[in-house]
């Protein structure tokens, strides 16, 4: 079964994102259901009632940090509510099965199965008005 649909397609050009982001924040915030999406993907330093955009954070898998934490993105969710309308983010994380509390569960042997999880829980937990952001980086 294919997977359920986490995010909104990419805006084609720089303007687009800001026309598409202007639109999110000018939409009503609707109640998180993040709490759906666990373990996979939970909120990156505290819950967030309501939203009108997903920010997923994609963390390295090293051991920096402590083995692929998201403890350097805990400020993002501050950041992004001193510079945007009260309940535009919800800022959360994929918890990697074998990396940080997820220690004790069997990694993933490929990303197809990872994205495929990640994909799934996020399905689970609904979308917002605005949309799902995705954000990651490799180190590799």
């Not at 969710?77 to 959360?92: G, N, R």
């Not at 990697?96 to 004790?104: D, E, S, V």
């Amino acid at each position: 079964a294919a997977p359920a649909a986490a995010a909104t397609s990419a805006p084609a050009a720089t303007g687009d994102w800001r026309s598409s982001l202007a639109a999110a924040a000018a939409a009503s915030p609707a109640p998180s259901k993040l709490k759906e999406a666990s373990p996979w993907v939970k909120p990156v330093f505290k819950a967030t009632p309501q939203a009108r955009i997903r920010l997923v954070m994609f963390t390295w898998t090293g051991n920096r940090g402590g083995a692929g934490s998201a403890h350097d993105f805990r400020k993002w969710e501050q950041w992004l509510a001193e510079s945007s309308p009260k309940d535009t983010w919800e800022v959360c994380k994929v918890e990697y099965p074998g990396r940080g509390a997820r220690l004790k569960d069997p990694s993933c042997d490929t990303a197809a199965e990872l994205a495929v999880a990640t994909a799934e829980a996020l399905g689970r937990a609904g979308a917002l008005p605005g949309g799902t952001v995705l954000f990651g980086f490799s180190f590799g």
